[in-house]
């Protein structure tokens, strides 16, 4: 079974940048799409960012663009979330999720595989 794997989040202060790390325990990048997604407390889970199988990267909210930027590096099965200039705002647990059937960017409840998630928490 597919199994993904985040890591990097941590405290950081506001204004500062962090990435964070998505890896794939059986990652065909010409098959996949991987989505960044966050859940802060009491809130819904939102989308953030995914790349596609091609390469192509989508957003899935406004806010996101200028401060959010998503890579793929293929040799090491990875997918990362770069954040810049952080907010309080964005403290929540980030997850990476895997799109198997088309490996097109989607809607949230259309991921086949999620991963446990990590930690980010914004405070000075």
């Known amino acids: 079974q597919l199994q993904l794997v985040e890591s990097g989040g941590g405290l950081v202060q506001p204004g500062g940048s962090l990435r964070l790390s998505c890896v794939v325990s059986?990652?065909?990048?010409?098959?996949?799409?991987i989505g960044w997604f966050r859940q802060a407390p009491g809130k819904e889970r939102e989308g953030i960012i995914c790349?596609?199988?091609?390469?192509?990267?989508?957003f899935y909210e406004d806010f996101v663009q200028g401060r959010f930027t998503i890579s793929r590096d293929v040799a090491n099965n990875a997918v990362y979330l770069q954040i810049f200039n952080v907010k309080t705002d964005d403290t929540a647990v980030y997850y990476c999720a895997a799109e198997l059937r088309t490996g097109a960017c989607t809607t949230r409840g259309r991921y086949h595989y999620w991963g446990q998630g990590t930690q980010v928490t914004v405070a000075s």
């Open positions: 790349i596609d199988r091609t390469g192509d990267f989508r």
């Open positions: 059986e990652f065909i990048m010409a098959d996949y799409a």
